[in-house]
Each structure stands twice: as C-alpha cells, then as structure tokens.
C-alpha cells in the first residue's frame, strides 16, 4: 500500500472520485455479474463473459477498468490492444484457469492430433492460442451445433460444462478434467431440501454446476440467461445455483420477487461466493483508475494467436462462419 492509499476517499467521496477519473481518463467500467453490487451499480456496463468481451472490442474508451477476473481482462486485452486495460485486483484469478496449464494442455493436444479443441473462455491466454474456437456458456450451444458431428473434439477446462453439452448434442467430446469450485460446491442434498421448503419453485442453474445440479434445474445457462429467465418465470420465487451476486440485478429488476441462493454443502456457507471476483473492491477500482495499474500487458506474438480463437468466438456466436472453417492446419 502506497502513502496516497493511506489516505484513500470514503463512501459517498469514493464514488464521486471514480466517477471524475473515469471521464478525465475516458474510461469504461466493465463489471461482471459476480462483482460487488456497489461495484455493480457503478459500472458502465455490467453482463455476461460474451457480453464483456463484445463489449472490450467495440468500445472506443481509451481505458477499459475490468472488474471481473483476470482471464476476463486479458481477453479484452486481446481483443483491444490499443487500450489501457486495468484489474483491480491481478489475483483475481479463476479455478479452472488454474486447472490448465498450457504445457499439459498442449500435451493432451498433441496426443490427440485429429480433434479441435474448443475452449471455454476460463483459461489463460496461452490456452487460448493453442485452441481453435473459444466459447462462453451464452455462445457454446450456438458454436457446437455449427460444428460437424463426425469432427473428434476436446473441450476443456471446464469438464462440467463440456459435460452437459455432451448430453444435450449427444457429443463424444473429449473433457479437460477441470471445475469451478464455486459451481462444485452447491449440494444437491441441500438443493432438495430447499425445494421442499419454496414448493414449485423453479431452479435456474448455471452450466458450470455438476451433473446432480443441472438435474434438477427447470433452466440452464449463462449468467445473462439467468437473468433472462429470472424475467420472464412465473410464480414468486427463484432458486438460483449459480454465484449469489447475480441476485442484485434480479431483485433490482424485479422487486417484488423472491430470489433463494442455492446452498453450498453445510447449508449455510459462503462457498457459492467467488473468492476471486471478491477481491475487486470499490477502493481497488479507485486505485487501478487512478495510478493505471496493475495494468494487463501481453506479448504480441501471444496476443495475435489467442485472438485467432477468440474471433472464431465472435464470428461464430453471431451465427456468420462457414462450417467448414474449423480443422487446424
Ligand atoms: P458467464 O459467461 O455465464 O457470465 O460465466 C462466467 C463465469 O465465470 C461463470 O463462473
Ligand atoms: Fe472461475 Fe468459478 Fe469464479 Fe467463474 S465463479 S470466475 S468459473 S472460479
């Protein structure tokens, strides 16, 4: 901690002193739906990892203040070179980034020369460059039904997530054996519990959830999804299993509703709460506006592989690439 941050503004002068550096550094702040609801309601733009990412290539900010993880803020880094790009807090990292390491990543590929590898957003930039087509939970479905059934496949990190695509498109995809270990913690014998006790209630489940999870989701999807679907149910309450702080934008959005987190396995932890988004504070994000760091840098030569994959991402999510574009040369 410097000096300067002995001294840092408070409350109300906290909010008002972020707002003026966002306009004197033409910035934009990107929040994700895990953040802080004080966070939350002070970015400019708050969604789901595709969202994010459209958003980092789209806008012409000169800063973009990431406040998410860092994976998500390398790949705004990739996909906008030119801007200044800030995190908060550098570890706030992610489970299954750290379940991939590019090394053994690119051994598993290269022991399997015939299959593509189509790579959820949850890795590092490395992993992104050794893969073929990067997809988020909002963009998987819409990727995977444009690739060719007979095409062999590894998914990774996410083994969960790959999983339930599996299942849904009757796949054979090879999964990287890689979780979240927020989505691992939910319980399904809380889950039933808590069903009983909110009768009719319908679960909305993130992907990332394991299999006895989703099982009992009436909904599956993105953090957007969910928050679509937290829209338009009928009936009072919502059970939702996937990380609580998306709750903030439901009960904003719909007062009048009851939105139930599903429980973790002693029924009343907090090990639903991201410890990585977690650590991006209001302070963190006063300080990263501020003094432009800690500041997300990328090799070149690195950068230009890994956007390869993500732009087949935003190519393919809009549903406008040939089919026959995805073997690797
Ligand atoms: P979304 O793409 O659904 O926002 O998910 C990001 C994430 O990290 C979920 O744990
Ligand atoms: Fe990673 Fe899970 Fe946190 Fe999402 S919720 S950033 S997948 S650890």
Redesign the pocket.
Known sequence: MTAQDTKLPTGEDLVAEIDRLRKERNAIILG???QRPEIQDLADFV????Q?SQMAAETDADVIAFCG?KF?ADTAKILSPEKIVVLPDMDAG?S?EDSCPPDKFKAFREAHPDHIALTY??CSTEVKALSDVIV???SAETILQQIPKDQPIIFGPDRHLGGYLNRKYDRDMLLWPGV?I??EAFSEQELLKLKAQHPGAPVAA?P?CPPHVVDHADYV??????LQFAKTFEGDTLIVA??PHIIHQMEKALPEKNFVGAPGADGNCNCNI?PYMALNTLEKLYTCLRDLEPRIEIEEGLRLKAKQSLDKMLEMASGTIGKGDLGRA
């Open positions: 994700h739906y895990y969604g789901d990892s595709l994010l993880v998500m992610c299954l957003i949850n988020t939970s909002s979240c927020v989505h993130h990332e999807g993105s953090t957007s999804g969910i996937t990380e991201c």
